[in-house]
């Protein structure tokens, strides 16, 4: 786990001090090691976190034995060795990971990717033919941003703050980025909140030569010849193959030669990764769990529950909401891109490292691939409405009118943009449910003047996946989530706080031969009777009961209190400096500020966050509309 940089330009005359300045950005992602490598046209910089072959022999960039190519990458590699032993032509001189990526480059081109298991980002530079290769990996776990001018340069980095420090692009606001994130809180790819500043797709690579960069898929998520009668005929079969699939993907993520752990929370999906570490791991896993002196928050009895049974060497960390408050400034600093999200998971990031891990699991993405949040049922209650979206809609808009005093107002918006759909199709129901503000709020909050927009970043997204609709209702759900706000939030602010603080995550349940075939399996297999049936069955016996069944609290910070309280002068200070930018309504977004102090209506805390944080990440980072 690393970061990485690179500038290729046409000119032939870059300093040197730029590639610097952009690696130095990255330091906090690696402060195990970095260098730079820079020759007539390419300079490429690195930070190295050291976790496989701890030696300088794996240090970056790296060069070929020839020195014709030369790579930075970012991520692990998790079956380097099997590939390795592909290659019998190569005098590796290292053993990690980063060498035997170069090499099955050198021997089979692109075609080496689809042999690649693994959370990626590389890049590498070709001295011959004057060309860089650069590549995500499938789920989009790691981030490559890059800034491409036609003729004159391409950069590309880990991070959009190392861009910036290149000094060679725009600081101005993309004001469709900017729609996107107050519609979602997020800015989806391909696009930034940064002009002229895109990210590489999920499973894409690039090639930029001679001025031009050429961008193409090399993995979906959906199949290409799916075939949903192929291999879910029995039960029991898939069951075995969820539980084979998963144990696998658990196991190839234990390959580190630093210290492992995993993030053990007592619930199903971390549960479920610890107990299949205890199975495969010769020594006690390392857990770490979060907990609270308010009972309200604390879930230690099922997270000690897992760590007894399994006998783990656990950590429990305890935190006061306080401590959240505390660490606020620093969080906001160490976002790269503004989000609605991703204080908690700093925090916790911070108080894991400082416990002494290096390298943790994580359980994110089973309640993507399983079912397991709200909106998988409620959307196939929608299919069972069809004949709702066959009535006119004027007639549509006057029955969720009449549910409007028994709701809340950010209930009202939501039943009256489902009234308003076409259909109940996904690409038509998704959006709603992940919506901040309304198609109307966002226009009156947003001064775009002439730019011209997608109509929703979201439906766009889910519209090139021609073959979702093809897919079974709950695995439809499951494309659509981690296709935009998976990826988008959950995967990014994971990666973005915790490299904060030097700490890499692994995310079994994004294993791509996983998420491949789970995606095939019939919602009657997968019918959510109760908290990710399929998982839980697929694993007997090894989640208990008790872990299954139990009441889930959460952990929800008092955002709404702070914002009233301790955070009131921090919050208003950068509202009013907003609103006094062109491209938002102030007098809107000052009337929706108040709103939310008076408490007259139900205005919820993370529709004015959203501001906060954007103003916030804009002064710290010379931001231009």
């Given at each position: 786990m690393c970061g990485i940089a690179g500038v290729i330009s046409e000119k032939n005359n870059l300093d040197k001090s730029i590639i610097q300045n952009m690696t130095d950005a990255l330091a906090h992602r690696g402060p195990?090691?970095?260098?730079?490598?820079?020759?007539?046209?390419?300079?490429?910089?690195?930070?190295?976190?050291?976790?496989?072959?701890?030696?300088?022999?794996?240090?970056?960039?790296?060069?070929?034995?020839?020195?014709?190519?030369?790579?930075?990458?970012?991520?692990?590699?998790?079956?380097?060795?099997?590939?390795?032993?592909?290659?019998?032509?190569?005098?590796?001189?290292?053993?990690?990971?980063?060498?035997?990526?170069?090499?099955?480059?050198?021997?089979?081109?692109?075609?080496?990717?689809?042999?690649?298991?693994?959370?990626?980002?590389?890049?590498?530079?070709?001295?011959i033919e004057e060309s860089l290769f650069v590549v995500r990996d499938r789920l989009g776990i790691k981030p490559l941003y890059f800034s491409y001018k036609a003729e004159s340069h391409f950069i590309f980095a880990s991070e959009i703050r190392s861009i910036l420090k290149s000094g060679l692009t725009s600081r101005q606001?993309?004001?469709?980025?900017?729609?996107?994130?107050?519609?979602?809180?997020?800015?989806?790819?391909?696009?930034?909140?940064?002009?002229?500043?895109?990210?590489?797709?999920?499973?894409?690579?690039?090639?930029?030569?001679?001025?031009?960069?050429?961008?193409?898929?090399?993995?979906?998520?959906?199949?290409?010849?799916?075939?949903?009668?192929?291999?879910?005929?029995?039960?029991?079969?898939?069951?075995?193959?969820?539980?084979?699939?998963?144990?696998?993907?658990?196991?190839?993520?234990?390959?580190?030669?630093?210290?492992?752990?995993?993030?053990l929370s007592g619930g199903i999906d971390s549960s479920a990764v610890v107990a299949l570490m205890s199975e495969i791991s010769e020594r006690p896993v390392d857990t770490f769990s979060i907990i609270f002196k308010e009972k309200q928050f604390d879930e230690s009895e099922y997270s000690d529950l897992i760590a007894k049974k399994y006998k783990t060497?656990?950590?429990?960390?305890?935190?006061?909401?306080?401590?959240?408050?505390?660490?606020?400034?620093?969080?906001?600093?160490?976002?790269?891109?503004?989000?609605?999200?991703?204080?908690?998971?700093?925090?916790?990031?911070?108080?894991?490292?400082?416990?002494?891990?290096?390298?943790?699991?994580?359980?994110?993405?089973?309640?993507?691939?399983?079912?397991?949040?709200?909106?998988?049922?409620?959307?196939?209650?929608?299919?069972?409405?069809?004949?709702?979206?066959?009535?006119?809609?004027?007639?549509?808009?006057?029955?969720?009118?009449?549910?409007?005093?028994?709701?809340?107002?950010?209930?009202?918006?939501?039943?009256?943009?489902?009234?308003?759909a076409n259909s109940a199709e996904i690409d038509q129901i998704f959006p709603t449910f992940r919506r901040v503000f309304s198609p109307e709020e966002s226009n009156q909050l947003l001064n775009t003047g002439k730019t011209t927009c997608p109509t929703d970043s979201v439906e766009e997204l889910l519209l090139m996946q021609k073959e979702l609709k093809k897919l079974p209702l709950l695995s439809q759900v499951s494309v659509s989530d981690i296709s935009t706000y998976t990826q988008n939030i959950l995967l990014r602010d994971t990666d973005q706080m915790s490299m904060a603080h030097a700490l890499e995550v692994r995310v079994p349940f994004f294993d791509h031969e996983l998420v491949e075939y789970v995606i095939g399996i019939p919602d009657n297999m997968k019918k959510p009777e109760y908290a990710k049936k399929l998982l839980v069955e697929s694993l007997k016996p090894l989640v208990p009961n008790e872990i299954v069944f139990r009441q889930k609290k959460g952990f929800h910070l008092p955002w709404k209190i702070w914002m009233k309280k301790e955070l009131k002068s921090f919050c208003d200070t950068r509202i009013n400096s907003l609103a006094e930018r062109g491209m938002i309504n102030g007098v809107f977004l000052k009337q929706l500020w108040g709103k939310f102090l008076s408490g007259k209506n139900d205005n919820l805390w993370s529709r004015i966050w959203i501001f906060v944080v954007l103003e916030d990440w804009m002064q710290r980072n010379g931001i231009e509309e």
């Open positions: 195990d090691a970095g260098a730079i490598y820079q020759d007539g046209k390419a300079a490429l910089g690195h930070r190295r976190l050291s976790i496989i072959d701890l030696s300088e022999l794996s240090n970056q960039p790296m060069l070929s034995h020839d020195g014709r190519y030369i790579i930075v990458f970012n991520g692990e590699l998790y079956n380097f060795k099997e590939v390795k032993k592909e290659i019998n032509n190569y005098p590796f001189k290292s053993s990690g990971d980063s060498e035997v990526i170069l090499a099955a480059y050198i021997k089979w081109g692109v075609d080496c990717l689809r042999r690649f298991n693994g959370m990626f980002a590389f890049a590498i530079w070709d001295k606001i993309d004001r469709c980025g900017l729609s996107d994130y107050i519609n979602y809180q997020t800015v989806h790819a391909p696009k930034t909140i940064i002009k002229d500043i895109f990210q590489l797709m999920p499973g894409e690579y690039g090639i930029y030569k001679k001025g031009k960069l050429t961008t193409k898929k090399y993995w979906d998520i959906i199949p290409d010849k799916y075939n949903p009668n192929g291999q879910y005929q029995s039960y029991e079969k898939v069951k075995n193959n969820v539980r084979q699939l998963l144990s696998s993907a658990v196991e190839k993520r234990l390959v580190s030669d630093v210290p492992i752990g995993a993030f060497n656990h950590h429990p960390i305890l935190l006061n909401p306080s401590d959240f408050m505390e660490e606020m400034p620093n969080a906001l600093a160490a976002m790269d891109v503004p989000s609605g999200d991703g204080v908690n998971t700093y925090v916790v990031s911070k108080a894991t490292k400082n416990a002494g891990v290096v390298v943790t699991l994580s359980g994110l993405g089973g309640d993507e691939l399983f079912a397991g949040y709200p909106f998988f049922e409620k959307f196939a209650q929608l299919q069972k409405m069809s004949a709702f979206w066959k009535i006119p809609a004027i007639i549509r808009k006057g029955f969720s009118s009449g549910a409007g005093p028994f709701l809340k107002s950010h209930q009202r918006a939501k039943i009256d943009m489902l009234a308003r």
